[in-house]
């Protein structure tokens, strides 16, 4: 079992920044990869960012040169530092930890973005 727990979330402007934190608890020497997910209202689920072990990361198109994922071993903790950020980020974001029997997900953290 893993526990995700994700922070930082909230209301900006168009053009802020936020970052989000997921402190992984459980079983974390098992987890291949941890990513974000976001989900706005009436929309699927999509993949913002992932990164694996050795550091190789993932974005999607709609957010590369302006999210940064990141991961600190040391705090079991994996980062997404979003900048320039525009209403269509709005939705509610989700870690997610990979196994390699299971995928586990945090409970979501709002990001609302004011226009």
């Known amino acids: 079992q893993v526990q995700l727990v994700e922070s930082g979330g909230g209301l900006v402007q168009a053009g802020g920044s936020l970052k989000l934190s997921c402190v992984a608890s459980?079983?974390?020497?098992?987890?291949?990869?941890m990513g974000w997910y976001r989900q706005a209202p009436g929309e699927q689920r999509e993949l913002v960012a992932s990164?694996?072990?050795?550091?190789?990361?993932n974005y999607a198109d709609s957010v590369k040169g302006r999210f940064t994922i990141s991961r600190d071993y040391a705090k079991n903790t994996v980062y997404l530092q979003m900048n320039s950020l525009k209403p269509e980020d709005t939705a509610v974001y989700y870690c997610?930890?990979?196994?390699?029997?299971?995928?586990?997900w945090g409970q979501g953290t709002q990001v609302t973005v004011s226009s």
């Open positions: 459980g079983r974390i020497f098992s987890i291949n990869a």
């Open positions: 997610n930890a990979r196994l390699p029997l299971n995928t586990y």
């Open positions: 990164i694996a072990t050795g550091g190789i990361t």
